[in-house]
């Protein structure tokens, strides 16, 4: 079922490549699929193509903090944070920073 989906989600996204929540779709499912270094990919692509697209900053974070690389996600938080106040979107901001919090607090 997430081959399907993974491949709907693409061909959704050949016809309108510039839509970010396709992009953030398909690196979710990617995710789910067991695949986490190319969800990563496809989020710091989109990062870095659309730092706009919010939610996209928590899920990276959470995905290089799963794999060990702990500073690079507390930067993304901060990253996020930064874009959160500039959208006005203080319930993502919060969660970037509780995110951010318990990283910085693991030993």
């Not at 990563?40 to 794999?67: G, K």
Request: proline residues 3%; negative net charge.
């Amino acid at each position: 079922m997430s081959a399907d989906r993974l491949s709907q989600l693409r061909t959704l996204l050949a016809d309108e490549p510039e839509d970010a929540f396709l992009r953030y779709a398909i690196a979710l499912e990617l995710k789910r699929m067991g695949r986490p270094d190319e969800a990563m990919t496809q989020l710091e692509e989109l990062v870095s193509d659309r730092p706009e697209h919010i939610a996209t900053y928590y899920q990276l974070a959470t995905l290089l903090a799963e794999a060990g690389r702990k500073e690079e996600a507390i930067a993304v938080c901060d990253s996020g944070a930064l874009r959160c106040i500039v959208a006005g979107d203080r319930k993502t901001r919060a969660e970037l920073l509780a995110l951010k919090e318990a990283l910085t607090d693991e030993a």
